[in-house]
Nanobody, 116 residues
Framework: QVQLVESGGGLVQPGGSLSVSCAVTGRIDSLSAVGWDRQAPGRQREWVATIYNNNVKAYNVSLRGRFTISRDNAKNMVILQMDSLEPEDTAIYFC??????????WGQGTQVTVSS
């Protein structure tokens, strides 16, 4: 089993920056990738970014390079740095992990609100 706990959400003004973190516990060695999804009010859940076990990173092209995913192996955390935030980025951000056996785990989510 793998447990994911998100933190770092909050309110930020348009154009600002914010980072959200995902603490990963449990069978970390079973994971092939960890990433982030988001769900805005009234919209379907959307993939944001993924970092793979070999440190390869992938991003949703719609983000236009504004977000950066990274990993802190010492702390077993995955961080999503979000810059040049827009009101359309307002959503609940969920951490998601996939095992080598292709089982998915999800965190409870953290709210990010971009508003003046």
């Amino acid at each position: 089993q793998v447990q994911l706990v998100e933190s770092g959400g909050g309110l930020v003004q348009p154009g600002g920056s914010l980072s959200v973190s995902c603490a990963v516990t449990g069978r970390i060695d079973s994971l092939s990738a960890v990433g982030w999804d988001r769900q805005a009010p009234g919209r379907q859940r959307e993939w944001v970014a993924t970092i793979y076990n070999n440190n390869v990173k992938a991003y949703n092209v719609s983000l236009r390079g504004r977000f950066t995913i990274s990993r802190d192996n010492a702390k077993n955390m995955v961080i999503l740095q979000m810059d040049s935030l827009e009101p359309e980025d307002t959503a609940i951000y969920f951490c998601q992990a996939t095992t080598w056996a292709e089982t998915d785990f999800w965190g409870q989510g953290t709210q990010v609100t971009v508003s003046s």
